[in-house]
């Protein structure tokens, strides 16, 4: 067996993590730099190199860019109308004192469809600080179970970035990502989240750090209803799972042609997203009279952060697309086949690999995708290839440590110690990878 093209691919991954850890170059730069080296060890003609970025970077974003820049714009809306804290305070009072970090991970869960991780998070750990300086417990007990839901919907249900990158770069459909997604996260989120938090903080008793709070949205009192607020987050999950029911279990041809359109155009990503920002556009904007200047102002603002996380998927389907080409996916398949490591754990480990050596959660999706793309085949179902970006997204999550930028964050709004953060945070994580993993591989033995 000719070995030059698994040494192409594994030049790239040296050079890939070389340039990010070493040199501190951007993914976006590293991600294009390791995509041109793979084609130069392979000996590709530099025109057809230059094609295949071409080629890659269109396919993934034609995609990738329109679901995550309207999930984003759906996310600022929600942000700002103060729809984010009063969920969680809702979820709170239902829930009752006793049952507050059921409440709080219910909560992570929830928002961060619609949020990006880090906003949430700061959007409602002013939440977490009262509810120490109230108990006097410690401020893990509230903590983790909020990350944890922020963490598992981040990494696990679509719309948010990550697997919407991954499911495009696999061709996964997007309603069993979610439907499964729901499926792995809850449990995981109950034994990372608010069991975990139980116990860990037992041990390490930590008070609420005096740091100020969120600033951008509304007043409180000005806040939206809780049933606005579920409607635009459930909203387009609904129509996408919907759609996928009656798609997957031929369903459709039962209806009439107008319908089957129909449910086809409302029930893609696209479609659903879409309507989605239209009703929240009116119902957390419009109607409680905020101005259209305020709005476009903001929805400017919003789109900002989701500019890099189109670049990193478009620079991930470039690596996909130069695998591809060379023919160095399929000679990666063969050794793996040749080793008997199983499709699903070798999606998993080449996350974790790259999530331990770089630190990035999103690099590591895109490029363990970018991997695992070309080993897959015709004879895997739908549900199967979902499990997959799953697979991924679990071992993208696992023991956040110094050189992942969550790592401080929480490290900085929960007032830890880096130790104290290892043994809270980074276990955490850890758990998210494992347990999730395990769900899914129990789901694979079933589909």
Request: proline letters at 5%.
């Amino acid at each position: 067996m000719d070995y030059t093209l698994l040494w192409a691919v594994l030049g790239g991954i040296a050079l890939l993590l070389l340039l990010i850890l070493r040199y501190k170059l951007p993914a976006f730069l590293a991600l294009l730099l390791a995509s041109i080296s793979v084609g130069v060890l392979a000996g590709i003609p530099i025109p057809a190199i230059l094609s295949t970025l071409q080629e890659g970077m269109g396919n993934t974003l034609g995609f990738v860019a329109i679901v995550v820049g309207l999930g984003t714009l759906l996310g600022g809306l929600l942000e700002y109308s103060g729809g984010a804290e009063a969920l969680a305070q809702q979820l709170l009072k239902s829930f009752g004192k006793k049952r507050t970090d059921w409440a709080l991970v219910t909560a992570g869960f929830l928002l961060a469809i619609p949020v990006f991780f880090d906003v949430a998070f700061i959007l409602l750990v002013p939440l977490v600080y009262s509810l120490q300086r109230k108990t006097g417990k410690s401020i893990l007990l509230y903590g983790l179970p909020l990350l944890a839901g922020l963490a598992i919907t981040h990494a696990f249900i679509p719309p948010t970035p990550g697997p919407v990158a991954v499911a495009e770069i696999l061709s996964a459909n997007l309603g069993w990502v979610i439907a499964f997604g729901f499926v792995v996260g809850l449990p995981t989120a109950a034994v990372s989240g608010p069991l975990f938090a139980r116990m860990i903080s037992e041990k390490i008793m930590v008070k609420a750090p005096g740091l100020p709070s969120a600033e951008g949205q509304q007043d409180n009192a000005t806040a939206p209803s809780l049933a606005a607020v579920l409607l635009v987050i459930g909203l387009p999950l609904g129509l996408i799972v919907l759609n996928t029911i009656f798609t997957s279990f031929a369903l459709t041809p039962a209806l009439p042609l107008f319908i089957r359109e129909t449910l086809g155009l409302v029930g893609h990503p696209f479609g659903a997203l879409l309507i989605a920002n239209l009703v929240a556009w009116y119902i957390l904007g419009k109607k409680r009279g905020v101005s259209s200047t305020a709005l476009n102002q903001l929805a400017n603002r919003s789109m900002a952060p989701a500019g890099l996380i189109i670049l990193l998927t478009g620079a991930g389907g470039t690596f996909k697309q130069m695998l591809i080409t060379t023919n160095a996916g399929k000679m990666l398949a063969e050794v793996i086949a040749a080793q008997g490591v199983p499709l699903l754990l070798f999606a998993f480990l080449a996350a974790v690999s790259i999530r331990l050596l770089q630190g990035s959660a999103t690099v590591a999706m895109i490029t363990a995708a970018g991997l695992t793309a070309p080993l897959l085949n015709d004879a895997l179902t739908a549900p199967q290839k979902a499990l997959i970006v799953l697979a991924i997204a679990a071992g993208a999550s696992i023991l956040s440590h110094v050189n992942d930028s969550g790592f401080w964050l929480v490290s900085k709004y929960l007032g830890l110690t880096e130790k104290e953060t290892f043994r809270s945070w980074s276990i955490m994580t850890l758990l998210i990878a494992l347990v999730g993993f395990a769900c899914i591989s129990l789901l694979w033995l079933l589909v």
